[in-house]
DNA sequence: GTCTATATAGGGATAGAC
DNA sequence: GTCTATCCCTATATAGAC
């Protein structure tokens, strides 16, 4: 939204870290934007992060499944860390009003139940970015560990970051802690865990059907 | 390669596929038996699989924490995917019995929040076990696809393919299935999600507080 | 049973032609 | 912008001494 302060010139930047947010997003009008050799590098590295892993995807099947050579990746970006962070940034964007919303003002079990339910939305449209999120820990806490500091500084702090940060607040009674983790854990079972065992189930049944347990959960 | 078919020279030391339950389980008796080398690279590798991640984890690291070389690892193991079968073996074994109730019988959520209750004590006691399975499924599912046959067959059904088929199931109510998908995910999130964010609270109170939410959900 | 030394492979990354 | 060719490093795994 209002948030593109350095929008990056169009297509010649190699190494282009400051232009997260604009490649072809999934996104809820489903518009497609450019099929720039970028975006189609993360497109692919996406796919395989999150069938093989991350550490088990080399650069060579993503140039290969892309039809180009190891070297043109690095055209586009500096590292293998480098497109796994640029993934994370996307994901990043999906949070981002949901995370400000948790920042400002008191928690609750009110507003966790609001926040899930906009939150459920996002993994319903972009179940890959959750998934690389979810199947790829390790790597992407060395990728916090180590540089990068630039774009991924302590006032972008993660979802994930959060939401613990939350869970651990004890001004915030136990027994509501414990209620938001499993509503969290309820929601993220039935998208995540399940594999395809819902795969006969639509999507909006499915989250009817979730939200109604989340409440039942929450007692809102 | 490490192909070995079927090896199984009946010696004591190397290559004991066939002793998965033998060591330094802290069973619920807690007894820690043997010290053997090989149980104490188990334990070690386990800890840094969990910690670091099965693929950033190398046999050298695990060597140097144990104070010997990599060489005498290939003692005991015939590979480092050996490794991590043994350790998946330890899992397996801690959900035999589970697995056998939800084999027999009709699928009910009583039964589900039965079966729950008891995984979830298992769970509580051995934590690194089941992070170890969730933080590195793309290693086991390779694991999966390739030999072992032997000892991994399709009768030794694991715990998360069983409940990926009873929440496939349909001849189980869809309300049902996603209850039972939300009630697992409530336990998982508590006790695996959460990381730290609970650590004020005991075992016991957080189980009772996670199972009250568990009740809920099902309506038991 | 544990060591030293080594074989072998593959991955990330760079240089420079086109 | 993409390619070819190559460097360098680390990892798994093996051979054989002690």
Same mark, same amino acid.
């Given at each position: 939204?209002?948030?593109?302060?350095?929008?990056?010139?169009?297509?010649?930047?190699?190494?282009?870290?400051?232009?997260?947010?604009?490649?072809?997003?999934?996104?809820?009008?489903?518009?497609?934007?450019?099929?720039?050799?970028?975006?189609?590098?993360?497109?692919?590295?996406?796919?395989?992060?999150?069938?093989?892993?991350?550490?088990?995807?080399?650069?060579?099947?993503?140039?290969?499944?892309?039809?180009?050579?190891?070297?043109?990746?690095?055209?586009?970006?500096?590292?293998?860390?480098?497109?796994?962070?640029?993934?994370?940034?996307?994901?990043?964007? !999906?949070?981002?009003?949901?995370?400000?919303?948790?920042?400002?003002?008191?928690?609750?079990?009110?507003?966790?139940?609001?926040?899930?339910?906009?939150?459920?939305?996002?993994?319903?449209? +972009?179940?890959?970015?959750?998934?690389?999120?979810?199947?790829?820990?390790?790597?992407?806490?060395?990728?916090?560990?180590? +540089?990068?500091?630039? !774009?991924?500084?302590?006032?972008?702090?993660?979802?994930? +970051?959060?939401?613990?940060?939350?869970?651990?607040?004890?001004?915030?009674?136990?027994?509501?802690?414990?209620?938001?983790?499993?509503?969290?854990?309820?929601?993220?079972?039935?998208?995540?865990?399940?594999?395809?065992?819902?795969?006969?189930?639509?999507?909006?049944?499915?989250?009817?059907?979730?939200?109604?347990?989340?409440?039942?959960?929450?007692?809102?």
């Amino acid at each position: 939204m209002a948030k593109s302060a350095e929008q990056v010139v169009a297509e010649a930047p190699p190494d282009a870290r400051l232009a997260p947010a604009s490649e072809t997003s999934g996104g809820p009008d489903g518009t497609a934007e450019v099929d720039s050799t970028r975006s189609r590098i993360l497109d692919v590295a996406l796919d395989l992060f999150v069938e093989k892993g991350y550490d088990r995807t080399s650069l060579r099947e993503i140039a290969e499944r892309l039809g180009v050579t190891k070297a043109a990746i690095y055209y586009y970006f500096s590292s293998k860390d480098d497109i796994l962070m640029a993934l994370h940034m996307r994901l990043h964007e !999906v949070g981002r009003e949901a995370l400000g919303r948790l920042a400002r003002g008191p928690v609750s079990v009110a507003l966790w139940a609001d926040l899930l339910d906009e939150v459920m939305g996002e993994m319903l449209a +972009q179940r890959s970015l959750f998934l690389l999120h979810e199947r790829n820990q390790a790597a992407l806490e060395k990728l916090h560990g180590t +540089q990068h500091g630039i !774009v991924h500084d302590a006032e972008h702090e993660d979802l994930q +970051q959060a939401f613990h940060r939350v869970l651990a607040d004890k001004s915030v009674p136990l027994r509501d802690r414990i209620r938001m983790a499993c509503s969290f854990g309820a929601v993220f079972a039935c998208l995540f865990m399940a594999g395809d065992a819902f795969a006969d189930v639509s999507d909006d049944d499915l989250g009817d059907q979730v939200r109604s347990a989340v409440r039942d959960l929450l007692g809102v």
